[in-house]
């Protein structure tokens, strides 16, 4: 064969190996042309595999309208490009690091083998030059992501995070599906990165927003949807520090997946809040007339507490066609999936506490009185159940993040959560007390915790704990 043959035969093979987005093609054509983030490539051709490679590099992007910014990108773009496997299979991807300094890839959320957590404990940084390739089985549906894991303020701050798409091919169809991943990057007048460590240890301590929102990387882009149709959006809030609290005027959505897929059942609710690596899938269904064009608003989550929030501002926008001929589906409001309780009744109880000191003067963050240089980890083994009661004595807002398990929540200042689902990032406010329930799967190593204002993670607030097997 040819090599030009062989080079048709594997992108035929690729292209039909790539898992599909789910669709039923109501809407209107290009309906998301605008706004979606591309696609990985499948480049291994057998069904139970799926093997993506991801080149990390410089590129230049016009991320501000009109001005050219160098970032940090997986394959030339930001976000990176949306990983799709089912559940079941193999994720393999292959990293090659053509950045200025080392790197490694964490897959949050996702129940890998600790060797391939991508943190410092679990490899060694891939150096410029490198290439390092990961392999793990699928073994949860839902919307994950993935970002480096050393120098991650600066890292992630600089664009580069992508989607990690798990579907499940028994799941019923909620909607035309959108990926849609949520950050923000600081940007100078010239349209140069702001440098990671701008406004030195208030930039730390306040935790780093960047000045302009991106949805998939753009400002201000527009889907288009049919009137009354529903889409079933895959939000991921991938920015360093910001908390997301989203308002969809005149939509009719239901909240249906968290963190670690499909919730038990649907929720309602005023408005979509998603802290920094948080996830939430919602399934909406658009009133109004065709031409309209329905704001999302980004409200100020106001993470500080100053009780003077900031004025709402539009994120993105909905652009209403013709409705479809077809009968819309309607919002679902049947359970969605049994989620099974965690058995906590000999589970002991261990507090984790976020909070502030002052170390030689200044000011850190910490956790159960350490900073994460100053903390040893501690043992839990293969199989045993705990409860984590998750407590925050600084005066502004905390997402603690667990990686390798999901927990579920028990309850919040005594109060049940709506909906039972699997979690692996909740936000934790001021004197709150909130328990969740943890079970260690035989995936035995080191492992962390932190918050995922990823600067906050930086001075302090990230611990580790050692699973035995
Ligand atoms: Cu998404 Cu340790 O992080
Ligand atoms: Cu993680
Ligand atoms: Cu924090």
Known sequence: MTRIALFLLTIFLSAACSPGVPTDTSQPPGWDAQIAAPAAVDVDPSEGTVEVHLEAKLAQLELRPGVTTTVWTYNGQVPGPVIRAKKGQRLRVVLTNHLPEPTTIHWHGVRVPASMDGTPSAQAPVMPGETFTYSFMLLDAGTYWYHPHISSPGQVGAGLYGALIIEDPGERFFGDELVL???DISLED???LSAPDAGGWFGDYFGREGDVKLVNGRVRPVVQGRV???????????SRSRVYKLQLPGVSWVRIAGDGGLIDRPQTG?????????????????GGEEGARIDVLSLDADRFHTGTPMPPEPLFTLALTAPSPKEPLPLITEPLRTVEAIDTTQAPTRTIELMEKSLDGVGVLGINGKTT???EPFDVK???????????????????HLHGFFFQ?????GVPPAAREWKDTIIVGPKKHIRVAIHFDDRPGMWMFHCHILDHADLGMMAMFHVLP
């Open 181 to 183: 991943v949520l950050s």
């Open 190 to 192: 010239d349209g140069s």
């Open 228 to 238: 009354r149709q529903p889409q079933r959006w895959r939000m991921i809030n991938a």
């Open 270 to 286: 005023s408005f979509v809040l998603l802290s920094p690596g948080e996830r939430a899938e919602i399934m909406l269904s658009p």
């Open 373 to 375: 240089s100053e903390s």
């Open 382 to 400: 293969v199989n045993d159940t705990e409860v984590w009661e998750l407590t925050n004595t600084t005066p502004y807002d905390h997402p603690f």
């Open 409 to 413: 929540v028990l309850d919040s200042d």
